[in-house]
Nanobody, 124 residues
Framework: QMQLVESGGGLVQSGGSLRLSCAASGRTITNWITAWFRQAPGKTREFVGAINRSGGNEMNEDSVKGRFTISRDNAKNTMYLQMNDLRPEDTAVYYC?????????????????WGQGTQVTVSS
């Protein structure tokens, strides 16, 4: 069974950068899609972006346009979320997830495997 473990969250000032990691076990991530979601207090879980089997990104352009990118280290079976130009509104718990089906869904209900989440706090 696939498991996902996030790391790399923390406190950063507005305009700063962070890189989150999502280490996978139980399934090779190059054979599946993996995605990032985030959830701020009092809000629903929001799609951030995903990386497909060929390594291409599909991002939530409305929220993270030009600032966030997703990459993957196949040898480490690990996915990354590089976040630049962070803003206070990016403050949330960030989760990585793998979907039920082999396509990108922007709805959290389409995901069967979730990590425990990592907190990102951006101060103004």
């Amino acid at each position: 069974q696939m498991q996902l473990v996030e790391s790399g969250g923390g406190l950063v000032q507005s305009g700063g950068s962070l890189r989150l990691s999502c280490a996978a076990s139980g399934r090779t991530i190059t054979n599946w899609i993996t995605a990032w979601f985030r959830q701020a207090p009092g809000k629903t879980r929001e799609f951030v972006g995903a990386i497909n089997r060929s390594g291409g990104n599909e991002m939530n352009e409305d929220s993270v346009k030009g600032r966030f990118t997703i990459s993957r280290d196949n040898a480490k079976n690990t996915m990354y979320l590089q976040m630049n130009d962070l803003r206070p509104e990016d403050t949330a718990v960030y989760y990585c997830a793998a979907p039920y089906m082999p396509y990108v869904s922007r709805n959290a209900m389409g995901y069967e495997v979730w990590g425990q989440g990592t907190q990102v706090t951006v101060s103004s």
